[in-house]
T-cell receptor, first 114, second 109 residues
Framework: GAGVSQSPSNKVTEKGKDVELRCDPI?????LYWYRQSLGQGLEFLIY????????KSGLPSDRFSAERTGGSVSTLTIQRTQQEDSAVYLC????????????FGPGTRLTVT | SQQGEEDPQALSIQEGENATMNCSYK?????LQWYRQNSGRGLVHLIL?????REKHSGRLRVTLDTSKKSSSLLITASRAADTASYFC?????????FGEGTQLTVNP
């Protein structure tokens, strides 16, 4: 079956512009996660969604970042008024059961803010 | 701060040798997972070990967990050039999965 997909794979934007990153999780996975990875670094947790529960937004670095998950499936991460420090690879993952099982990662979106 | 910290940060070995990577963490965990990442893109799950397990095997991979020392190790036996990648440990505690900063493994042919 299809894995987690993300789009776009690469995004170059000018400082101050808004961007939207999309994640399509594996069908039936109730948990969805967003991470950010700067060059040569580990993964920084941003947000996760579990079913119909309120999302855990505690990892979002500023109020310029927001995410939603529609219909318990597709998720969009929005960054408003992008800054150069937002440049990173944004990774999405989904899981069939919250945290007790492995996470399946998408290929990521490489965001470059010029 | 990162929950998991990998050691070493970088490891370079010859094909056929074994590679050992270590991970330390700070708080109690439900389980610990190891992931592999090629070329800075998506991670691939390798193995999960639960807090009540001490050792687990999967093919050429062997993972140990010592909850008293809050540490885990990943051993890759008979390494291959294709094993070249970054390896991350990730711990689950409560409602969050926390990754370390990874070990960059280079296997030279």
């Amino acid at each position: 079956g299809a894995g987690v997909s993300q789009s776009p794979s690469n995004k170059v934007t000018e400082k101050g512009k808004d961007v939207e990153l999309r994640c399509d999780p594996i069908s039936g996975h109730t948990a969805l996660y967003w991470y950010r990875q700067s060059l040569g670094q580990g993964l920084e947790f941003l947000i996760y969604f579990q079913g119909n529960s309120a999302p855990d937004k505690s990892g979002l670095p500023s109020d310029r970042f927001s995410a939603e998950r529609t219909g318990g499936s597709v998720s969009t991460l929005t960054i408003q008024r992008t800054q150069q420090e937002d440049s990173a690879v944004y990774l999405c993952a989904s899981s069939p059961v919250l945290l007790n099982y492995e996470q399946y990662f998408g290929p990521g979106t490489r965001l470059t803010v010029t | 701060s990162q929950q998991g910290e990998e050691d070493p940060q970088a490891l370079s070995i010859q094909e056929g040798e074994n590679a050992t990577m270590n991970c330390s963490y700070k708080t109690s965990i439900n389980n610990l997972q190891w992931y592999r990442q090629n070329s800075g893109r998506g991670l691939v799950h390798l193995i999960l070990i639960r807090s009540n397990e001490r050792e687990k095997h999967s093919g050429r991979l062997r993972v140990t967990l010592d909850t008293s020392k809050k540490s885990s190790s990943l051993l890759i036996t008979a390494s291959r050039a294709a094993d070249t990648a970054s390896y991350f440990c990730a711990t689950t505690s409560g409602s969050r999965l926390t990754f370390g900063e990874g070990t960059q493994l280079t296997v030279n042919p």
